[in-house]
């Protein structure tokens, strides 16, 4: 039966250690993701708050007529 458990663990560690090889290339890969999304977001939000600013100074203007 221990044996059975140490064999296990064993086959765990082979394999998370296996898998680590690949993890710095993912992450690399992750924080490009996250870094070009960052910039497509703010710009939508930019052009979002100018577009909300042009509506309210209309409105505005409107209701002073």
Same mark, same amino acid.
């Given at each position: 039966?221990?044996?059975?458990?140490?064999?296990?663990?064993?086959?765990?560690?082979?394999?998370? /250690?296996?898998? %680590?090889? =690949?993890? $710095?290339?993912? &992450?690399?890969?992750? /924080?490009?993701? %996250?870094? =070009?999304? $960052?910039?497509? &977001?703010?710009?939508?939000?930019?052009?979002?708050?100018?577009?909300?600013?042009?509506?309210?100074?209309?409105?505005?203007?409107?209701?002073?007529?």
């Amino acid at each position: 039966m221990s044996d059975e458990i140490l064999t296990y663990i064993k086959d765990t560690v082979t394999r998370i /250690e296996g898998k %680590q090889d =690949n993890h $710095d290339v993912r &992450i690399g890969k992750l /924080e490009n993701w %996250q870094s =070009n999304a $960052d910039g497509k &977001i703010t710009m939508v939000s930019a052009i979002g708050a100018a577009i909300g600013g042009a509506f309210v100074a209309a409105v505005d203007y409107f209701r002073h007529l």
